[in-house]
């Protein structure tokens, strides 16, 4: 009789212990994984996000610049039925925010211009020109947006 009391206590004790180191294995891994690590704000660092106060939301900054001034979106129809979507920031015009049709978003510095509008990685190997209602853009020294036309909205 002993020796089952014992035997059953043992077993009690083995099932306790290996129940609480699985518990505690899957709780680290769960603290571990990618994409748990929101702010306060609830922003997803390891994704690319941070808090933007002046918009109060999580953006990523080469998506979409951080600015309280109100935008202006225009909407280009290019050639190949490729559109762009540009988000300027009239009164303050450091980036212009685009949509892409192939789903690409970039928030791209503004860059000098002798005439119309620039916008450009600091390598160049993505430039957009606004001129008027007219745009395009270039790629690494080719233009794969063309004939682009708007109305502002």
């Keep these: 009789m002993k020796k089952t009391i014992i035997s059953f206590i043992v077993l009690v004790i083995a099932v306790v212990g290996i129940y609480y180191i699985a518990s505690n294995n899957n709780s680290s891994r769960v603290s571990n994984m990618v994409g748990n690590d929101r702010d306060i704000h609830g922003c997803i660092g390891s994704a690319g996000y941070s808090w933007c106060e002046a918009k109060k939301i999580c953006i990523r900054s080469w998506e979409e610049y951080c600015t309280a001034t109100p935008p202006k979106t225009a909407m280009f129809v290019c050639d190949n039925s490729k559109t762009i ?37 600091a390598d160049e190997s993505f430039v957009f020109w606004n001129r008027g209602d007219t745009a395009f853009i270039t790629e690494n020294g080719t233009t794969t947006f063309t004939n682009c036309v708007t109305n502002t909205q």
């Design 85 to 121: 979507s540009a988000t300027f920031y009239i009164k303050d015009d450091k980036y212009v925010d685009l949509v892409l049709s192939d789903s690409r978003k970039l928030s791209v510095p503004h860059a000098i211009s002798a005439d119309g509008a620039r916008y450009a990685k």
